[in-house]
């Protein structure tokens, strides 16, 4: 599923649900930054696992607050297989909550 904005993210989460596993958002975005997105559409569909894409480096993304530790990052531009190998760090670290492989601290 795609969505041009944050609105028509929520849209979607509330037709599909559960059906969603993962979101695959940018960190900064128009009307609502990839964070607070995420923590609207698990209030719908807590089992969500996120994936967050920027042209920043995570280093400065984590320095401003907007992701943590354990929370899943690729920086643009990105291969295709460089996005399939950490989409299925994200969607396995949803079955073993252990693993972070997320930015750097």
Excluded: W
């Excluded at 929520?10 to 009307?31: K, N, Q, W, Y």
Aim: charged share 20%; net charge negative; with cysteine.
């Amino acid at each position: 599923l795609s969505a041009n904005t944050a609105e028509e993210a929520l849209a979607l989460a509330r037709t599909h649900g559960p059906a969603i596993r993962l979101l695959l958002s940018d960190v900064v975005m128009p009307e609502m930054n990839g964070r607070d997105l995420a923590g609207h559409l698990t209030t719908i569909i807590p089992s969500l696992k996120c994936l967050y894409m920027s042209g920043y480096t995570a280093d400065v993304i984590a320095h401003h607050g907007v992701l943590e530790k354990g929370m899943h990052f690729i920086q643009k531009p990105f291969s295709k297989n460089d996005l399939a190998r950490k989409l299925r760090e994200a969607l396995e670290a949803a079955e073993n909550p252990a693993d972070t492989a997320g930015i750097p601290t």
